[in-house]
């Protein structure tokens, strides 16, 4: 999968190919009584391959021989306990505000270009 800007890959969840193994991934989260946007940098090369593994089978990935690593970078992001919610509102509109504000917020906030 080709990205050279975010794409939606999955309800709720967002995805911005920085390099081959390196991605921010926007994701709607439950939190408390509502909804957050978090937008987490996944860089694949940092974690440890037994860690990939174990989390990979958690959803149900036993061969990660081609998988792509979009795919792990989603499942690795979803694992991230310890998040920063960057918006707050309803699923809907925290939708919203990954369709129509999240590109510029993550420009400014987080420094993500376009390449």
Known sequence: MEMM???????????YKEDSNKFWVAQIRAWFDDYCVTVNYIDI????MED?????????????????S???AECLAEEIDDFTADFKGTYEECEKWCEEVMEEYCKEVYKVVET
């Open 52 to 68: 990939i593994i174990e989390i990979l089978h958690y959803y149900d990935y036993d061969d990660i021989t081609d998988l792509e």
């Open 45 to 48: 090369d940092t974690y440890d």
């Open 70 to 72: 979009y795919i792990v």
């Open 5 to 15: 800007k975010w794409n939606k890959t999955d309800d709720g969840q967002y995805l």
